[in-house]
């Protein structure tokens, strides 16, 4: 059973746009949230994390927005390049726990 | 750049052959970790090594077999593959137990079973 629930599975987006994806979560116990960015044929690389006492993070053209009562997280890339065409991985975790639930995935492709 | 090193990038073995899978980091992490990944699905952990020990098997079939030689150093021992077996092997490293639990991948090593 998959502990976290990401949407959408793919979208496709304008060079400039904003790309956003969402995730859900329901483990009150997890208290990080890594999104990882893997290119193909690349291991996933950590893009940017967060902890709920936070409701946002940026860093660059990449926010974190944290719901904590509503056990959701998303992903904004502002701006969005073609660079930026990746798979994105959101995950969860609690301090001291070795064991990351991942998202399922949401491929982004940016048009030139 | 990634500082979990995996070698080799790309293997290519026969159900009948023993090859090996190795990583290395140099972050003085204490916990170190065998991924595996499908294409266009997200990395399903094998194996978590915490302080040289084997902390988590999660049910892999015995012809995966992981090693810890050092705390540097995390070895996959593979033997009688099956076709399926063929995948994206990642390994991983975070600072372990209380200490932070941001987990770092490396590049993969891609395994063909032929």
């Known amino acids: 059973q998959q502990q976290v629930k990401q949407s959408p599975q793919s979208l496709i987006v304008q060079k400039g746009g904003i790309s956003i994806i969402n995730c859900a979560y329901e483990n009150t116990a997890f208290d990080y949230f890594p999104w990882y960015q893997q290119f193909p044929g690349k291991g996933p690389a950590l893009l940017i994390a967060?902890?709920?006492?936070?409701s946002e993070k940026k860093e660059g053209r990449f926010t974190i927005s944290f719901n904590k009562s509503a056990k959701q997280f998303s992903l904004h890339i502002m701006d969005s390049q073609p660079g930026d065409s990746a798979t994105y991985f959101c995950?969860?975790?609690?301090?001291?726990?070795?064991?990351?639930?991942f998202g399922a995935g949401t491929t982004v492709t940016v048009r030139a | 750049d990634t500082e979990v090193t995996q070698t080799p990038k790309h293997l290519v073995m026969g159900m009948t052959n023993k090859k090996s899978l190795k990583c290395e980091q140099h972050?003085?992490?204490?916990?170190m970790y065998w991924y595996k990944q499908k294409a266009k699905k997200p990395p399903e952990l094998m194996f978590v090594?915490?302080?040289?020990?084997?902390?988590i098997n999660e049910s892999v079939p015995s012809r995966f077999s992981p090693e810890c030689p050092n705390s540097s150093l995390l070895n996959l021992h593979l033997h009688a593959l099956q076709p399926e077996d063929s995948a994206l092997y990642l390994c991983a490293s975070s600072q372990g137990g209380q200490g932070g639990n941001t987990i770092y991948f490396g590049e993969g090593s891609w395994l063909t079973v032929v």
């Open positions: 972050m003085g992490h204490r916990a």
């Open positions: 090594y915490s302080y040289e020990k084997l902390s």
């Open positions: 967060i902890r709920p006492d936070v």
């Open positions: 995950a969860a975790t609690s301090l001291g726990d070795y064991k990351l639930s």
